[in-house]
């Protein structure tokens, strides 16, 4: 085997400091080149280590310690901390509670009601959207569709949401005063004041048309005395 | 009539007391670690700076550092890798703020007598070569070569020391060996033509 085919083994096996293989000694014993290149890269790991030794193992000077335990006493000792292991599981604890209240507090004004009863007061006119109406009425739950006549979001970003509710005639102080009762605690949602579905609406009153008379006016009359109106006159 | 008045001595605080006790633990627990392994931050910084002086200032510093930072050291097995850790890392930051140093100095003073080429072949040229052949290598590496290159220390030491396995310890000392032998190969025989 040619000598380029043993230079990688030769200088591994020279940085590693064991000793050479079987094969590799057999070469080197028949080959002085690769002898002396062997010996040449032992050479030159010694002499590398020497120095690395010589770098290292170098003696330590006698003041170092002294000089480190004098700089040691003129330093403030390290403050410990004394932080109770419970208070780990407190300071979870809150936080675990800041990020609930957080939460519940924003998705809160969504369900309160508006304030001051004035969930009956604002009757929107007859010229809402009708597709507005509809989706609302659609989102309310079956029970409640007959009672409304129409619903209006009035503020879709505002942190309190106001709602508009039409109300059949008469019916608004109904539901003020049950508004009243939620607040207070003495009513609850189902008991709003509802009649059930398929049944009249007490309240309403319908009244026939009433259509007053019409004078009748004979049309020859009209045109003849338009006629003599419109008729020109010369002078 | 003077008029007497009964000072009693102001009782510590128990957690101040506690606290003082805790702090003389942990110097005495400190302490004993100097002794063993003030000088293996002085070899350490040695090792990269190549000058005894700058060596014990550096050593002084992580020693410092460390006592510092002490109480931190969960592990207190591991102080050793730790302090060796943290020496290593002044020397190098120390090797780099000397360069600009030097950097600049030079540029101040290009008139000053320089060493003839004779003469720093005559001292030693062949190490200021190992030396930027070092500064050359990756950090890692250097750090392993100079901990195995430590009287006393066996592969298994430096493994340990450096919480690494022996196989880690083995193959960056054998890379880091022979990347040496490659750049100081012509150095050597350059030097030795002549």
Redesign the interface.
């Known amino acids: 085997m040619p000598c380029k085919n043993y230079r990688e083994a030769l200088i591994e096996t020279a940085a590693t400091g064991g000793a050479p293989s079987r094969e590799l000694r057999s070469h080197l014993d028949a080959c002085a080149s690769c002898r002396a290149s062997f010996a040449e890269e032992r050479q030159l790991f010694a002499t590398i280590d020497a120095d690395l030794h010589a770098a290292v193992n170098s003696e330590v000077s006698a003041s170092l310690l002294p000089r480190v335990r004098a700089r040691l006493n003129e330093q403030p000792a390290p403050r410990r901390f004394w932080i109770p292991a419970w208070t780990a599981v407190v300071v979870a604890a809150a936080l675990v509670f800041a990020v609930v209240s957080v939460r519940y507090f924003k998705r809160e004004p969504a369900r309160s009601i508006p304030d001051g009863g004035s969930v009956a007061s604002r009757v929107v006119p007859g010229d809402i959207p009708k597709a507005t109406v509809l989706g609302a009425i659609e989102k309310t739950p079956p029970s409640a569709r007959s009672h409304f006549v129409g619903l209006k979001r009035v503020s879709r970003n505002a942190s309190v949401e106001e709602i508009s509710v039409l109300l059949p005639a008469g019916r608004k102080e109904a539901v003020d005063s049950w508004v009243a009762d939620l607040r207070r605690g003495t009513a609850t949602a189902d008991e709003m004041p509802a009649e059930k579905a398929g049944q009249p609406l007490g309240d309403l009153k319908i009244s026939p048309l009433g259509v007053s008379p019409i004078e009748m006016t004979p049309l020859e009359d009209v045109s003849g005395n338009s006629a003599s109106e419109n008729k020109p006159t010369k002078d | 009539m003077q008029e007497l008045v009964l000072i009693q001595p102001g009782g510590i605080a128990e ?1 101040e007391l ?2 003082e006790q ?2 003389a633990a ?2 005495r627990e ?2 004993e670690r ?2 063993e392994c ?2 293996l931050a ?3 910084a ?2 990269v700076l ?1 000058n ?1 002086a700058d060596a ?1 200032d550096v ?2 510093e992580a ?2 550092r460390a ?5 931190h050291l969960r592990d207190r097995a591991r102080f050793r890798g730790w302090l060796v850790r943290i020496s290593f890392r002044l020397a190098i930051d120390r090797t780099r703020s000397s360069k600009r140093r030097e950097v600049r100095e030079t540029l101040w003073s290009q008139s000053a007598p320089r060493p003839s080429t004779e003469d720093l072949a005559a001292t030693s040229e ?2 200021a070569h ?1 030396d930027r052949a070092m500064e050359e290598l990756p950090e890692k590496h250097r750090l392993v ?2 901990l195995a ?3 006393g220390h066996t592969l298994e030491e430096v493994a340990a020391m450096l919480g690494l396995p022996i196989g880690t310890v083995k193959s960056r000392l ?1 890379f880091a ?2 990347q ?2 490659e750049k ?2 012509c150095h ?1 025989k350059t030097i030795e033509k002549r």
């Not at chain 2, 006592?67 to 109480?71: A, H, K, P, Q, T």
């Open positions: 957690d506690a606290q805790a702090q942990l110097r400190f302490e100097l002794a003030g000088p002085f070899r350490v040695r090792g190549r005894s014990e050593a002084q020693l410092l006592y510092r930072r002490f109480e062949f190490q190992l070569l100079l290159a430590m009287q054998f060996r022979k040496l032998a100081l190969r050597v």
